[in-house]
């Protein structure tokens, strides 16, 4: 598949064609990077963590780099972060042997991995209750790039920070930061999982009118994730969709639990372990 194709998998609104996406040994290093995150964003786990655990040996620091945040990522969507927090601070350490890098327009340079593995820790420290380390670390991301990329991701991050410090209200602006600047970039995958952050922050601000945006948000997401197949996030929509809407929460729940169990199905062991002790996965795969 040509790099432009995967580009706008990866980072745009191309839908997925009806042939799958490999990330063969013989494609260059960039290329294999972009189909496992592509990969990663269908639930193709197994898949994308062949491709990353390749990279993260590879020549290029900046790609080893980008292969570890993209890896920990996958494993913070089910709740592993103690096992994503070694990722990215190996990201972290693999961009100490990198010298001026030619600049992306999505971030996957020096700067954006240097983002990447400092939001991805902010992200592991807060889900370990480190408040304000994770407050520190997004300081430190915010000032290594501030490209949209970096910006939509460091909006999730600062959002999820005020939510855990208890101040809902706070976690809006940023959530909405994150949400426009992914539509302006065209991203589908960062639109649908800014649309989710946003949505339980104005669900858990509390005003009813709030909540009733929140759930119009949430389910658009979730019918923008199906359209696009990205199946790492349409489990969380359905499963924050059921939590605002009770009359039609069973639905919500059954999708939510039959992405989430397919997903698993297509996951490398470390996931399935991951999945067997995380909160977020309320049965055990079948």
């Given at each position: 598949?040509?790099?432009?194709?995967?580009?706008?998998?990866?980072?745009?609104?191309?839908?997925?064609?009806?042939?799958?996406?490999?990330?063969?040994?013989?494609a260059a290093p960039r290329?294999?990077?972009?189909?496992?995150?592509?990969?990663?964003?269908?639930?193709?786990?197994?898949?994308?963590?062949?491709?990353?655990?390749?990279?993260?040996?590879?020549?290029?620091?900046?790609?080893?780099?980008?292969?570890?945040?993209?890896?920990?990522?996958?494993?913070?969507?089910?709740?592993?972060?103690?096992?994503?927090?070694?990722?990215?601070?190996?990201a972290l350490v693999a961009?100490?042997?990198?010298?001026?890098?030619?600049?992306?327009?999505?971030?996957?340079?020096?700067?954006?991995?240097?983002?990447?593995?400092?939001?991805?820790?902010?992200?592991?420290?807060?889900?370990?209750?480190?408040?304000?380390?994770?407050?520190?670390?997004?300081?430190?991301?915010?000032?290594?790039?501030?490209?949209?990329?970096?910006?939509?991701?460091?909006?999730?991050?600062?959002?999820?920070?005020?939510?855990?410090?208890?101040?809902?209200?706070?976690?809006?602006?940023?959530?909405?930061?994150?949400?426009?600047?992914?539509?302006?970039?065209?991203?589908?995958?960062?639109?649908?999982?800014?649309?989710?952050?946003?949505?339980?922050?104005?669900?858990?601000?509390?005003?009813?009118?709030?909540?009733?945006?929140?759930?119009?948000?949430?389910?658009?997401?979730?019918?923008?994730?199906?359209?696009?197949?990205?199946?790492?996030?349409?489990?969380?929509?359905?499963?924050?969709?059921?939590?605002?809407?009770?009359?039609?929460?069973?639905?919500?729940?059954?999708?939510?639990?039959?992405?989430?169990?397919?997903?698993?199905?297509?996951?490398?062991?470390?996931?399935?372990?991951?999945?067997?002790?995380?909160?977020?996965?309320?049965?055990?795969?079948?």
């Amino acid at each position: 598949m040509p790099r432009t194709s995967l580009v706008e998998l990866a980072f745009g609104d191309l839908v997925p064609p009806p042939v799958p996406v490999t990330a063969p040994r013989s494609a260059a290093p960039r290329q294999r990077l972009l189909a496992a995150v592509v990969l990663g964003a269908q639930g193709r786990y197994a898949a994308a963590t062949t491709a990353l655990a390749d990279l993260r040996r590879g020549a290029d620091p900046v790609v080893a780099s980008l292969a570890a945040t993209t890896l920990a990522s996958h494993r913070r969507q089910l709740g592993g972060h103690v096992a994503a927090r070694a990722l990215d601070g190996e990201a972290l350490v693999a961009l100490d042997g990198a010298g001026a890098t030619r600049v992306d327009p999505d971030g996957l340079d020096a700067a954006g991995a240097r983002a990447d593995a400092l939001l991805g820790l902010a992200a592991d420290n807060l889900a370990l209750g480190r408040l304000a380390a994770a407050r520190r670390l997004a300081a430190r991301a915010a000032e290594a790039d501030d490209r949209w990329r970096a910006t939509v991701r460091g909006g999730w991050v600062g959002a999820e920070i005020e939510l855990a410090a208890g101040r809902p209200r706070e976690a809006i602006a940023p959530a909405r930061r994150a949400a426009e600047t992914a539509r302006v970039r065209g991203s589908s995958r960062h639109v649908v999982k800014s649309d989710i952050v946003l949505g339980v922050a104005l669900a858990t601000a509390g005003e009813p009118e709030q909540r009733a945006t929140a759930l119009d948000v949430v389910t658009n997401a979730a019918m923008a994730a199906e359209k696009y197949e990205l199946y790492s996030l349409i489990w969380v929509a359905t499963r924050v969709a059921a939590d605002l809407d009770p009359g039609h929460a069973e639905k919500y729940r059954f999708r939510s639990l039959e992405v989430l169990h397919a997903v698993l199905r297509h996951a490398d062991p470390c996931v399935m372990r991951i999945a067997e002790d995380s909160p977020w996965v309320p049965e055990r795969p079948g």
